[in-house]
């Protein structure tokens, strides 16, 4: 996917593209993610959709749940989406962070030569 160490820097377009492929990949991990949590709160919990696209939101933004859970079901499903959200966000950063430190060290591996 990226260029070795032997090779030269990509040009910049290419570099763009790889962003951009990042950048798409990045939205649909999240979009797969709140689609989960939409789906479970919707399910275990029982509430509307539009209340749990809501509690999904928050939940993987890192803010926390708006409507108070009352099954059990619902409350572990909370628990493990927030864990599973933390996971994504560290994921999803690492995506979006990658094409830029791949292009920042080979730069300087370059100039060491």
């Known amino acids: 996917m990226y260029e070795r160490r032997h090779e030269s820097l990509v ?3 290419i ?3 790889r962003v951009l492929r ?7 991990v999240v979009v797969v993610a709140l689609g989960a949590g939409i789906v479970g709160y919707h399910v275990l919990e029982g509430i509307s959709w539009i209340d749990a ?11 926390g749940p708006v409507n108070e859970l009352h099954t059990t079901a ?6 493990a989406y927030a864990l599973f ?10 995506i979006l962070i990658a094409p830029f430190m791949h292009r920042f060290l080979h730069h300087f591996h370059l100039e060491s030569k």
Do not use: D, E, H, Q
Request: overall charge positive; proline content about 5%.
């Open 74 to 79: 619902g409350k572990l499903f909370a628990s």
């Open 11 to 13: 040009p910049f377009p």
């Open 53 to 63: 696209i809501l509690n999904a939101s928050m939940i993987l933004g890192g803010m």
């Open 22 to 28: 990042s950048l798409y990949l990045a939205a649909f």
């Open 15 to 17: 570099f763009i593209r």
């Open 85 to 94: 959200s933390g996971i994504v966000f560290i994921a999803t950063t690492g």
